[in-house]
């Protein structure tokens, strides 16, 4: 088996999703056409939610989920370091301040305790939500903003733990954004992913369970708040409209026809897609789990439905992960840190005064995190080669 063969994710293309983009191509229709409306009651059903309004990116879901949700300057969203960096810039866009508290040691996603510490000291003011501010906003002359929301991402293969997050949100009266760009088709508690917040934003990069190239999708049960992320992605045009007539400030975030069909093709197979990458976690776990060094994804008790992104170890001391990173390399193998904390960005740290230390948990997690070349077309074989010069570095 010839290493260089393992990729670090691939699509898993069928010639459902080139018929149905042939379709497409052969129709007039390339935008806001009949596979979009389609792909949106696909997505509507295997999230279990009332509305999915189809959008380019996973990032722009998340931006007009802010937006609509009526997040805005100064306002305060308590959300997690440990994430890719989406999550946080989509609160810098409307000038939002995210107020980062860490994560579970097991899963990554965020510490539901922590949250709840935040919001009440956010709330009560004084020097109690000073802790949780980040240095640049602790002196402030300004006054700080309320606090709107808890923007919860559901990291790798699991949501996070909602009903605990949902009675924080209940308390305060303030929104839950679910980001769920990781995990289409999990479950909760019997519940699926997207359904737990208010509003949920799932995203469909080909790395990602199912792909439309490039694509996105928010889900809500709430009409009002859907109707306006629909009008927000097609330049703030007023619903039913007419063609130049924009009631607000919208953006060009549609998604086109030809990767809602990708799309459309994909949902359909949603749970055979799954399934494949159910048996490549499989095959790893086999062969891993006696390694010492490496600790293996953790499912919660909470999780009734797993949905693998990424296949993410960890690699414990005196083991480097950077070290294996490197050895893998030179066998041609790709892996990947993944995530790097995202206040250890270089504009988050000058922007907010974050330094090393502040959120101990996620960044252990960055430093021993290490994903694995994951995809539902990988086969036993090639986990093989993986897995045997994983040994060997770790040797
Ligand atoms: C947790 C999380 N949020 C947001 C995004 C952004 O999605 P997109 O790349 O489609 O903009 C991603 C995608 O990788 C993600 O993993």
Redesign the pocket.
């Known amino acids: 088996m010839d290493p260089k063969q393992i990729r670090m994710s691939s699509p898993d293309i069928s010639q459902a999703e080139i018929d149905s983009v042939m379709e497409v191509l052969r129709s007039s229709d390339l935008s806001m056409g009949e596979k979009i409306r389609a792909f949106e009651e696909e997505i509507a059903r295997i999230s279990g939610t009332q509305y999915a309004v189809g959008v380019s ?4 879901g ?1 931006h007009l989920s802010v937006i609509v949700a009526g997040i805005g300057a100064g306002d305060l969203v308590v959300t997690t370091p440990f ?2 960096i ?2 946080s810039n989509c609160l810098l866009y409307e000038g939002a301040v995210p107020i980062f508290v860490d994560v579970e040691d097991q899963t990554g996603n965020l510490d539901w305790l922590l949250v709840n510490e935040a919001v009440e000291a956010l709330k009560s003011g004084g020097k109690a939500a000073e802790n949780f501010l980040p240095r640049s906003l602790q002196k402030s002359k300004k006054g700080i903003g309320a606090v709107r929301a808890i923007l919860a ?1 559901n990291v790798f293969l699991q949501t996070a733990d909602f009903d605990q997050l949902i009675d924080i949100a209940h308390r305060h009266n303030i929104t839950i954004i679910e ?1 769920a ?2 995990t289409i088709g999990a479950g909760y508690k019997g519940r699926l992913a997207g359904s737990l917040g208010d509003i949920g934003v799932m ?3 080909p790395n990602k369970q199912m792909t439309t190239g ?1 694509g ?1 999708v928010i889900t809500t049960n709430n009409q009002a708040w859907a109707e306006v992320a629909r009008s927000l992605r097609n330049q703030g045009r007023k619903p039913g409209g007419a063609w130049l007539e924009h009631d607000r400030l919208g953006y060009n975030y549609r998604l086109d026809e030809m990767s809602a069909a990708v799309g459309l093709a994909q949902a359909k197979r949603l749970p055979e897609l799954l399934e494949k990458r159910r048996r490549v976690a499989f095959w790893y776990e086999e062969r891993l789990r006696d390694l010492e060094l490496v600790r293996l994804p953790h499912i919660a008790s909470y999780t009734t439905a797993v949905s693998w992104f990424v296949y993410v170890i960890r690699i414990l001391p005196p083991a480097q992960r950077d070290a294996i990173i490197g050895k893998l390399a030179q066998t041609g193998i790709p892996s990947k840190k993944y995530f790097s904390p995202i206040h250890l960005q270089s504009f988050y740290k000058e922007r907010f005064g974050y330094q090393p230390g502040d959120f101990p948990v996620t960044e252990r997690l960055g430093d021993e995190s290490l994903a694995l070349p994951f995809s539902g077309v990988m086969t036993e074989d090639q986990v093989d080669t993986v897995c045997f010069a994983l040994r060997k570095a770790l040797e």
Do not use: K
Request: charged share 15%; with cysteine; aromatic share 16%.
């Open positions: 990116s996973g990032t722009a998340l994430s890719f989406a999550s991402v980001d760009c990781e995203a469909f990069y490039e996105g």
